[in-house]
């Protein structure tokens, strides 16, 4: 069974995982993190540095997990976007040096099929049809998967204006929580009241588009909330968890909708922000009450990790599909249209 090493670079962790057969023999991580909590956000130059520490470290980490050496790799997968233009750039020149020094194939993969495919690795092959609902820290987007190797992806709908864990940031920010803000949030949370300040549903009203998705209008309204307190103390909880509420809320509603209309009987709940507790809790009510199989990774495998990208590389190896050349350049903002950057061929 060819074995594929995969390579992820696109933001702040550098991922490494080895994958054969749908099964994930190995994996390291390391994340620059804590160099750029200070900054209250990712400096790309920051990130692109601590990849080139630590790329071949974590190559010979997961190759050690794995109990194999690199004369085993069989495939190459790297993220080819998209992310920070100079990280991205890190792990596909590593990438493409391990293809070209083992004489193996080289896959440039799109960043967010990674996150899809990666919950192949615990819950087994996705189904012919799924609604795949990403919510990342770039991303927000709503998607009809056929193939993940082979068939085009279909957006029913993505996010105006921020994403989902871009909003989560940003009001973490506004109150005075560390980045990253999605699992600050999501602590404080628990003990605040979610029912304590109604923030607003964007783009749930009758005449909105139904699978597309804002946050910047919820973020001011959180930013005009904490305003109006004035001198007196934010109650920090329960906005926390009025906010939490109201994203998890939307993006549930809008998921289950598509699922609904599409007749699709499996939600894909992926993403960073897949990782947020009322969001998970939420997705299964609702999936349950409406007789719709929810698959949903382990929060670990939610957030950026070299597994997910591994496991595209899996699926892509597995159906035959040709390599890309060595020339491949990197995409920072990439579509998503398939498992491959540059789309199924
Ligand atoms: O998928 P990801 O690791 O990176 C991107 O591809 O963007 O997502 C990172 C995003 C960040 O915005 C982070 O705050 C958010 O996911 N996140 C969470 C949680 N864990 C990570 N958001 C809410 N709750 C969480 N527990
Ligand atoms: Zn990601």
Known sequence: MPTVLGIETSCDETGVGIVADGVLLGEA????MDEHARFGGVVPEIAARAHLHAITPMVQHALDRAGIGLADIDAVAATAGPGLATAVQVGLAAGKAYALTLGKPLYGVHHLAGHA???ILEHGPLPARCVALIISGGHTSLLLLGDLARDPIIHLGDTADDAAGEAFDKVARLLGLPYPGGPAIDRIARDGDP???TFPRPMTGPNDPPYRFSF???KTAVARWIEKCGDRPVPVADVAASFQEAVA???TR???AACHDHRVDTLLLVGGVAANSRVRQLAEQRCAAAGVRLRVPSPRLCTDNGAMIAAVGDLLVRANVTPDRLDLGPDPSAVLRGALLHGPR
Request: proline content about 0%.
């Open 254 to 256: 809008k998921a289950l």
């Open 29 to 32: 991580l390391a994340t620059s």
């Open 216 to 218: 910047s209008g919820l």
């Open 249 to 251: 809320d939307t993006v």
């Open 195 to 197: 029912a304590a300040i």
């Open 117 to 119: 495919a990666v919950d």
